[in-house]
């Protein structure tokens, strides 16, 4: 749905959703400083069940936030900082579109 014809684009959209949920808002914290990290050590770090751990990491994956390779039966997740870079950038623009900052007058917005 828009209104005032301020949408967002389909990265931000994603990269909202992936980072919806708590849990896996904790799970990006252990990919810090670029660390790869499999399905089961993220499980286990989490204390999470691995089929709950692979449903959110593919949630991140899917949004943009997570990148993986597959190593033999291993598949390694990292942050996938261009992605997150251009989701922020998205998302951005869009807020500043729709709700400026008080210095600046979005003509899109229709706000005081």
Same mark, same amino acid.
């Given at each position: 749905?828009?209104?005032?014809?301020?949408?967002?684009?389909?990265?931000?959209?994603?990269?909202? $959703?992936?980072?919806?949920?708590?849990?896996?808002?904790?799970?990006?914290?252990?990919?810090?400083?670029?660390?790869?990290?499999?399905?089961?050590?993220?499980?286990?770090?989490?204390?999470? !069940?691995?089929?709950?751990?692979?449903?959110?990491? !593919?949630?991140?994956?899917?949004?943009?936030?997570?990148?993986?390779?597959?190593?033999?039966?291993?598949? &390694? &997740?990292?942050?996938?900082?261009?992605?997150?870079? $251009?989701?922020?950038?998205?998302?951005?623009?869009?807020?500043? !579109?729709?709700?400026?900052?008080?210095?600046?007058?979005?003509?899109?917005?229709?706000?005081?």
């Amino acid at each position: 749905m828009t209104t005032n014809g301020i949408e967002l684009s389909d990265e931000a959209r994603g990269f909202l $959703k992936a980072l919806a949920s708590e849990t896996r808002q904790q799970i990006m914290e252990l990919f810090v400083g670029g660390i790869e990290l499999t399905v089961n050590e993220v499980a286990e770090r989490m204390s999470l !069940a691995q089929s709950a751990t692979s449903t959110h990491l !593919a949630t991140l994956r899917d949004g943009g936030v997570l990148t993986s390779r597959r190593e033999w039966k291993a598949v &390694y &997740y990292r942050a996938d900082s261009a992605r997150i870079s $251009k989701a922020l950038s998205d998302l951005q623009a869009t807020l500043n !579109a729709c709700c400026p900052p008080p210095d600046q007058e979005s003509p899109a917005c229709g706000c005081d």
